[in-house]
T-cell receptor, first 116, second 111 residues
């Protein structure tokens, strides 16, 4: 079964540093997403991306965050200057065309970001 | 009011028993409904979509009640491997493909 892959699985960074989380979506998918989950809390939407631009973003996704699809396969989330409260699991997901809203989508195994 | 609400549990279930729990959603325009399963510190995994007519997948049955704005999940013949957190997930048309997650219901199946 096709998978969404994320790297690294765990990243520890110092407060104020920039981090880039990487995702390889399922190959024929067109919609890409980032979600996050702070330990013990619910999964929260960050951003969706389609046709090389952001289609929707949440209040969490402020100027410190950016997303990019630098080539035909990778989808990245950059946090420019990490804060302690950015510590969370970050999940990437992708969906086939506009079907995600009807059929759900597949998440990657996540990157655990720890800001110290 | 939270957009998607769930009883956090835990629901302690003897192996072989049946367990059921609900989720309520606040926005009547919600269109698509899902149950995801999440194991500790792992990614959410799609368990099943929920259709208006109700649907079943093996030991799992999901129901949707649009009038009362809730969905339910029933697990029959619980297995130890069913121990997990079950996430209620909703999409509404104005939100594009964004999914809104509930906080999850924790189920512990014990021998």
């Amino acid at each position: 079964e096709p998978e969404v892959t994320q790297t690294p699985s765990h990243q520890v960074t110092q407060m104020g540093q920039e981090v880039i989380l990487r995702c390889v979506p399922i190959s024929n998918h067109l919609y890409f997403y980032w979600y996050r989950q702070i330990l013990g809390q619910k999964v929260e939407f960050l951003v969706s991306f389609y046709n090389n631009e952001i289609s929707e973003k949440s209040e969490i996704f402020d100027d410190q965050f950016s997303v990019e699809r630098p080539d035909g396969s990778n989808f990245t989330l950059k946090i420019r200057s990490t804060k302690l409260e950015d510590s969370a699991m970050y999940f990437c997901a992708s969906s086939d065309a506009d079907r995600g809203r009807f059929y759900g989508y597949t998440f990657g195994s996540g990157t655990r970001l720890t800001v110290v | 009011r939270k957009e998607v609400e769930q009883d956090p549990g835990p629901f302690n279930v003897p192996e072989g028993a049946t367990v059921a729990f609900n989720c309520t959603y606040s926005n009547s325009a919600s269109q698509s409904f899902f149950w995801y399963r999440q194991d500790c510190r792992k990614e959410p995994k799609l368990l099943m979509s929920v259709y208006s007519s109700g649907n079943e997948d093996g030991r799992f049955t999901a129901q949707l009640n649009r009038a009362s704005q809730y969905i339910s999940l029933l697990i029959r013949d619980s297995k130890l491997s069913d121990s997990a957190t079950y996430l209620c997930v909703v999409n509404r048309p104005a939100a594009g493909n964004k999914l809104t997650f509930g906080g999850g219901t924790r189920v512990l199946v014990k021998p």
